[in-house]
């Protein structure tokens, strides 16, 4: 393409480094982040994903938290590239932190952000965050079966939740579920 006059843009470029990450050609996706820098093309949010994913896989996660750190603007899938990224090579404490300083930064998490929290409670040593994360979740599910009227998942939820943590919280969430049967 560069031969060829073609201009380059951001979709190319994070084509190629995901292609890098998922073929284990890191040295490719180095020279491209490389180039990047060189001809300071700009970092846009997908870009600086692509760059996170493509360092956390292979495990250079210092570098990988580099570039999240120089992005001047953060969603919720660069999150999740970083937060995944501790997960998958052992860091569960790392990733309950940045899963915190998401909460604080006002972005909202998702089902990945979730499976990655919940991959990283296995390597913690901070089980009471993990407890806390999977109550939340649980809470959240209990809402959703609530508002769709779908009782029998919410009671599997409402079993869950209480056997992890005994609070009213929990039973008020249940009578709001068994409120939208009798309602309908």
């Not at 490719?28 to 996170?52: C, N, Q």
């Not at 860091?91 to 929290?117: C, H, W, Y």
């Not at 809470?139 to 919410?154: D, E, F, K, V, Y």
């Amino acid at each position: 393409m560069q031969l060829a006059g073609v201009e380059l843009d951001e979709a190319v470029f994070a084509s190629i480094l995901c292609a890098s990450a998922n073929l284990g050609a890191l040295e490719t996706g180095i020279w491209v982040h490389r180039y990047l820098d060189r001809v300071e093309f700009p970092r846009s949010v997908r870009l600086g994903t692509a760059l996170i994913d493509m360092y956390a896989k292979w495990g250079h996660l210092d570098l990988a938290e580099n570039v999240f750190e120089e992005m001047p603007q953060r969603d919720t899938v660069c999150w999740n590239a970083m937060i995944s990224g501790w997960a998958m090579h052992g860091n569960g404490d790392r990733a309950l932190q940045m899963f915190s300083e998401m909460e604080k930064a006002g972005i909202r998490p998702d089902d990945i952000t979730f499976i990655a929290v919940f991959t990283a409670c296995g390597y913690s040593a901070m089980a009471y965050e993990g407890l806390r994360v999977f109550s939340i979740l649980w809470r959240a599910l209990m809402s959703a079966c609530s508002s769709h009227g779908n009782i029998r998942l919410g009671e599997v939820a409402a079993e869950k939740l209480l056997e992890l943590v005994c609070h009213s919280g929990a039973y008020v969430l249940l009578s709001n579920l068994y409120s939208t049967f009798w309602r309908t």
